[in-house]
């Protein structure tokens, strides 16, 4: 799991805003970015989201390196690769219905 994704698992796990994990300390719009891996914080930021949420360090890195995804993440992840190209996009998309009337 990258950074930003976490950070965004925590936040939403919290039931915190965007608004109000950023405010005082980056935009809500670098924070989005930062969630959706367009672009990266440094250390300090992400310390500060961090004690925000009132989550340790130790704690966000057993998180980090003990993550598994689930279905629905590894999907999602795929799903993005997948739309690189149209026949890429196509291929998955039908291997999903497939799957999707198999457990129907």
Known sequence: MEHGKLIKKLRTDRKISR?????????????????NSSSKVDIDTLWLFLDRMNVRMDEYYAEFHNYQPTK?????ESFSKSMVSASKAKGYLEN?????????
């Open 19 to 35: 608004e109000s994990l950023a405010k005082g300390i980056h935009s809500v719009s670098t924070l989005q970015r930062f969630e």
């Open 72 to 76: 629905k993440d590894f999907l999602r």
């Open 96 to 104: 999903l219905q497939n799957e999707y009337q198999k457990k129907s």
